[in-house]
């Protein structure tokens, strides 16, 4: 996957509501974004996803105009944020991590207040805020202060601030962090519908699950670097397919890359002490595959066949787990 | 835009007005306690209420006996309450902080004035416990005193003869004669005397007819002092300051609170949230000084006699407030630091200004080179004369100077606070 090539963010320009090419920003010594590039499409949910502090904050906060870049651009539908930032700013609708709302307010009056600030007439803003009320299963608490609401409340009220004056482009950073299961489901189900009106969406994560279930396209970033992009079935493909194998037991004195014929056939995923994580080379046969593993110089004490979740492919890339 | 914002801000104050009540009910509240400390009557002519000390009469002569029913009787009965008691009792009743003061006359003292064989001394035992009343029977006596000694030095020898009269050793021919000729140097002291050639009124007195127009007097006479209208004004123009900081505090609460950054997701140009915010401060210090110069007159009795001149210098002073605790605040980033900062400052600048104190009874230097610099100073003296002078308060000036730069300072605050914000500093 060529993340960089100046000829695919050519092709992809034209049809992409966000580019972003080559951004960096660091602060001091720190290198908190290095090189990132992708591009969001139309219609398309777009998942940064990472680790905190990995980076996912700082490069959304550029692409917003949050931050200036020290390198690098953004393209907002077809045109740099640079040359027109409140162009840029009227076609996309950020929903930030923190809830960023007046707790004085009413849920109606924060929708209201947004939308009159985004550029909308009073009475059309009181339109959309009863829309996205509904939409949001708001309408009953819609004149309580907004101090009353439970944290899955705030959070629907914080993204449909973003909403209002019906944005190309939805910038939604870590929308669900801090709510229970429930009030999960409905904003995801909730973002999986802005994409029906062709609006694009770029989603940042930490959440494995997420990513998987929501996202068209995922890029994993870590220490402020893009790793890898693609579909979940691309990104499963980089450790060669849909199945990864598991092996447990006393491992302190094994050396795979020297057991003969092992790095021919399969491909470490991650090892510690008492288990090793590898991916088979090819599309061979589980059941030959499994066999090769148990003739291994080693003795294994439970090897399990699943399929590859976003955190083996994580853990291949960068050597950690997602979830540490 | 700017209609937009004021109407958000407004709207969360009045949901959360608690801060604003805070610093609008401490004023009030010192107005309240000092003006009640000095009595409930501090509205009245006196200002003091009725000086209550004990008189103890050693001496126990007809000439004592005079002072005691004149000090107790007509216009001296309306401030002084004299109580005449043993010394005894007197001194514990100053102890239990009951009396302010106890007055003893020796014995001997008529007669050693009288004849003028000793120096005669009054002897006053302040009550340690007050201060003012203590301090006014003080003055009083010392008039008493220069008066006595006055009278000893133009009537020496006559008051000799007297003493044999008290005495009751005179016949009633030697007293007639002293009598008549007391009487003559009164008719001859008369025409000295009365009616005075300076004297001065408490109100304003209806035009007189050329008939009987009296002798020009030294002016026309100050309007009544009322001690709630003295702390008032001062009082008010050092709690703007801080009402004025808690205006701007609002800026930064937006910024810790992501309000700040979201509006910078949604609109490019910064200067109408700034804008907004001062204006949000101005409109709310105009509510506050309208409640506590409006509302507190009312409550405390106060008769502003210029409203339109009151309301003037105060919408000037809250642009100068606003103005100025926006530029401290654009100083200093983060909202405790910040916070702090002009809150130290609109104290000091409070009290140099005579905010809780009478300007004139500060240190010398702050009174003479920081004070007059000072737009409360400014502020409070106009409302000061406004309520008290007689003579035209000349406050255009002083509105016009306090708006300027109250404008200057908070375009100031303006330019500081965006480019720090589009820095990425925070407020």
Known sequence: MDLSGAGRALRCAAVSLLDVQRLCRAFGPLRAVEDVSFTVRPGEIYGLLGPNGAGKTTTLSMICGLLRPDAGEVRVDGHAFSSDPQRAKSVMGVVPQEIALYEELSGRENLEFWGRLAGLHRAEAGRRAAELLEALALTDRARDRLKTYSGGMKRRVNLGCALLHRPKLILLDEPTVGIDPQARANILEFVRGLTAAGSAVLYTTHYLEEAESLCHRIGIID??????EGTLAELRERLGGDRVFVLEGDLRQADPPGWPGFRDRFRVIQRSDSQLVVAAVGSRDPGVCLQELLALPVKVENVTLKRPTLNDVFLQLTGRDLRE | MLRVLLAKDLRRAWRNPLPWLIFLAIPLVIVALIGSAFGSRATGDSGLGRIR??????????LTGLLRGAASQAQAGKYLEPVFLERAVAERQVQD??????LVIPRGFTRDYLTGNHPVKLELVKNPAQSLHPAVLEELLAVVVTGLDVLKRHLGPELAAWQAVFEGQGDYRRV???????????????????????????????????ETAPLPTASTGPPPFNLFGFLLPGLAAMFLLFLGNNAVSDLKREFQQGTLARTRTVRQRLFPFVAAKLVFSVVMLLICAGILLGGGGLLFGVAWRDPGAVAALSASYCVF??????FLGALVAGEERADAFANVIAMAVGLAGGGAFP?????????DYVTPWLPNH?????????????????????????????????GLAAWRLQRRLEKGQGA
Request: aromatic residues 8%.
């Open chain 2, 359 to 367: 300007a004139q009874q500060l240190p010398g230097f702050l009174r």
């Open chain 2, 53 to 62: 000390f004990a008189v103890v009469d050693e001496d126990d002569s007809p």
């Open chain 1, 223 to 228: 220490h402020g670097r893009l790793l890898a």
């Open chain 2, 378 to 410: 400014w502020f409070t003296k106009s409302l000061h004369d406004l309520l008290f002078s007689p003579a035209p308060v000349a406050w255009g000036g002083v509105a016009v100077g306090m708006l300027v730069l109250g404008a200057g300072l908070a």
């Open chain 2, 97 to 102: 902080n009951q009396l302010s003061a106890l």
């Open chain 2, 321 to 326: 407030a606003a103005g100025f605790m926006c």
């Open chain 2, 176 to 210: 007639a004669e002293l009598i008549v000729r007391a009487g003559d140097q009164w008719t001859a002291a008369q025409s000295h005397l009365d009616p005075l050639r300076v004297t001065y009124a408490k109100e304003p007195r209806e035009p007189a007819t050329e």
